[in-house]
């Protein structure tokens, strides 16, 4: 039999459960793809952002980092992957997406900037035409955040440019090929998920790249010198899709969108740590740290100079933005 009350309970209970269901299909669930292992401090920061949202949207918002190249996506893909909605959220590396859009890669150009602070000032002026390419390819940017500087990670020791020639080394973009062809070296672009085996294979003796990479990779199994060069920077970008975005209120927008730009400050300080941290990692595994001398530097620095005026004749869009930073730093 049934009683008012129990017509009354269950009523209760169903609506209850309606609500339930209308809240989880309310919630929204993302995956993120990215490249780099758990351990890397670009994934950090990542799933330290992921928790903030989700905390702060009380769930509604959840994302799921999935790092390692779980989703199956190369780095190099990732623009094209999120532009595609292939994937809504994806931690793309600048540099990587030069066939693309090559103003990526002003980041790239031989010795632009010669410290975090003059990087900082670069984005101050290369962030606004990131923010129009991410527009153009179907994405918002949530934040960037820089790699730390760049080594050359050798088997050989090496005291000048002329020990350089020749060596098979791992670059991560186009214009890195360019650079370090330029200095003698047999650059080879290859993506990171597959730097270790040609590593391994013999298929490379170096590879050039941050210190954090180089504990990713276990350097010091197929390596033994490390060179600060500091010749160029990458700034790894984390886009969503906007058909993807723009399923998300207003309200839950505004709320990602400032916790991506309250926590990038911390990102960047992650990063200079994480240079500092990974330095030391290469040299508790056996790795030598090889001084540069000045008259290498300078050797170097001369055979790349040309890279900074071929770069913004072949994107024009970069001259202005160049000019503009070289002007502020006083080296206009």
Same mark, same amino acid.
């Given at each position: 039999? $049934?009683?008012?009350?129990? @017509?009354?309970?269950?009523?209760? &209970?169903?609506?209850?459960?309606?609500? !339930?269901? &209308?809240?989880?299909?309310?919630?929204?669930?993302? %995956?993120?793809?990215?490249?780099?292992?758990?351990?890397? #401090?670009? &994934?950090?920061?990542?799933?330290? @952002?992921?928790?903030?949202?989700?905390?702060?949207?009380?769930?509604?918002?959840?994302?799921?980092?999935?790092?390692?190249?779980?989703?199956?996506?190369?780095?190099?893909?990732?623009?094209?992957?999120?532009?595609?909605?292939?994937?809504?959220?994806? %931690?793309?590396?600048?540099?990587?997406?030069?066939?693309?859009?090559? @103003?990526?890669?002003?980041?790239?150009?031989? #010795?632009?900037?010669?410290?975090? %602070?003059?990087?900082?000032?670069?984005?101050?002026?290369?962030?606004?035409?990131?923010?129009?390419?991410?527009?153009?390819?179907?994405?918002? $940017?949530?934040? !960037?955040?820089?790699?730390?500087?760049?080594?050359?990670?050798?088997?050989?020791?090496?005291?000048?440019?002329?020990?350089?020639?020749? $060596?098979?080394?791992?670059?991560?973009?186009?214009?890195?090929?360019?650079?370090?062809?330029? !200095?003698?070296?047999?650059?080879? *672009? $290859?993506?990171?998920?597959?730097? +270790? =085996?040609?590593?391994?294979?013999?298929?490379?003796?170096?590879?050039?790249?941050?210190?954090?990479?180089?504990?990713?990779?276990?350097?010091?199994?197929?390596?033994? /010198?490390?060179?600060?060069?500091?010749?160029?920077?990458?700034?790894? *970008?984390?886009?969503?899709?906007? %058909?993807?975005?723009?399923?998300?209120?207003?309200?839950?927008?505004?709320?990602?969108?400032?916790?991506?730009?309250? *926590?990038? =400050?911390?990102?960047?300080?992650?990063?200079?740590?994480?240079?500092?941290?990974?330095?030391?990692?290469?040299?508790?595994?056996? *790795?030598?740290?090889? =001084?540069?001398?000045?008259?290498?530097?300078?050797? +170097?620095?001369?055979?790349?100079?040309?890279?900074?005026?071929?770069?913004?004749?072949?994107? =024009?869009?970069?001259?202005?933005?160049?000019?503009? /930073?070289?002007?502020?730093?006083?080296?206009?």
């Amino acid at each position: 039999m $049934i009683t008012r009350r129990n @017509f009354t309970v269950g009523a209760a &209970t169903l609506l209850a459960a309606g609500h !339930i269901s &209308t809240r989880a299909r309310a919630a929204t669930s993302w %995956d993120m793809s990215t490249v780099w292992p758990d351990g890397n #401090f670009h &994934t950090q920061n990542a799933m330290s @952002f992921a928790e903030e949202v989700k905390k702060q949207s009380n769930g509604a918002v959840a994302i799921t980092v999935k790092a390692g190249g779980q989703l199956g996506f190369k780095g190099p893909e990732h623009l094209r992957a999120v532009r595609d909605g292939l994937v809504p959220l994806a %931690d793309v590396l600048n540099i990587q997406q030069v066939g693309d859009e090559p @103003f990526m890669g002003v980041e790239s150009i031989p #010795f632009l900037c010669g410290s975090v %602070d003059e990087l900082k000032v670069l984005h101050k002026y290369v962030r606004p035409e990131y923010e129009k390419i991410a527009a153009r390819n179907n994405q918002k $940017i949530l934040y !960037i955040v820089p790699w730390p500087t760049q080594y050359l990670h050798l088997k050989t020791k090496v005291a000048d440019v002329e020990g350089l020639k020749n $060596i098979k080394i791992r670059v991560p973009d186009k214009n890195a090929v360019e650079m370090l062809n330029a !200095i003698g070296m047999a650059a080879v *672009m $290859i993506p990171w998920g597959e730097t +270790i =085996p040609a590593l391994a294979s013999g298929a490379v003796a170096g590879v050039s790249t941050s210190s954090v990479s180089g504990v990713d990779g276990k350097f010091w199994e197929f390596l033994k /010198y490390v060179y600060p060069t500091n010749h160029v920077w990458s700034s790894q *970008m984390l886009t969503v899709n906007l %058909d993807a975005w723009k399923a998300l209120g207003a309200d839950q927008q505004k709320l990602v969108a400032d916790i991506a730009a309250k *926590m990038e =400050p911390g990102f960047w300080a992650n990063s200079l740590k994480a240079d500092v941290d990974s330095l030391n990692r290469l040299k508790e595994g056996g *790795m030598e740290v090889v =001084p540069v001398s000045d008259a290498m530097m300078k050797d +170097i620095r001369a055979k790349t100079a040309p890279q900074l005026d071929a770069f913004l004749k072949r994107v =024009p869009a970069a001259d202005k933005p160049v000019r503009a /930073y070289l002007t502020e730093i006083k080296r206009g």
